[in-house]
């Protein structure tokens, strides 16, 4: 099992800034991909950015340029920085991960945008 536990959300200002963390825990290894997913209220669960662990990224559309993933291999950390936050990226981020097939989630974490 691989548990997963997010950081960093919070209320921020439109043009503002955070930076999302996510520990991995347990059975760590073999884990390839790390990334970040979102859903706002009403919404579906969406793609954000993720990376693979020989560090291939994909983003979505709507966040290129703006948000960045970067990973620890080593400390088994995914981080989503954010940028230049729009209103719309207003949602509870979820990390994610595979293993082995497997789908893990952490509880994830909320993000405010608002004046």
């Known amino acids: 099992q691989v548990q997963l536990v997010e950081s960093g959300g919070g209320t921020v200002q439109p043009g503002g800034s955070l930076r999302l963390s996510c520990a991995a825990s347990?059975?760590?290894?073999?884990?390839?991909?790390m990334g970040w997913y979102r859903q706002a209220p009403g919404k579906q669960r969406e793609l954000v950015a993720s990376?693979?662990?020989?560090?291939?990224?994909n983003y979505a559309a709507s966040v290129k340029g703006r948000f960045t993933i970067s990973r620890d291999n080593a400390e088994n950390t995914v981080y989503l920085q954010m940028s230049s936050l729009k209103p719309e990226d207003t949602a509870v981020y979820y990390c994610?991960?595979?293993?082995?097939?497997?789908?893990?989630w952490g509880q994830g974490t909320e993000v405010t945008v608002s004046s």
């Open positions: 994610q991960c595979l293993r082995l097939g497997n789908v893990y």
């Open positions: 347990g059975t760590i290894f073999s884990i390839t991909v």
């Open positions: 990376m693979t662990l020989d560090g291939v990224t």
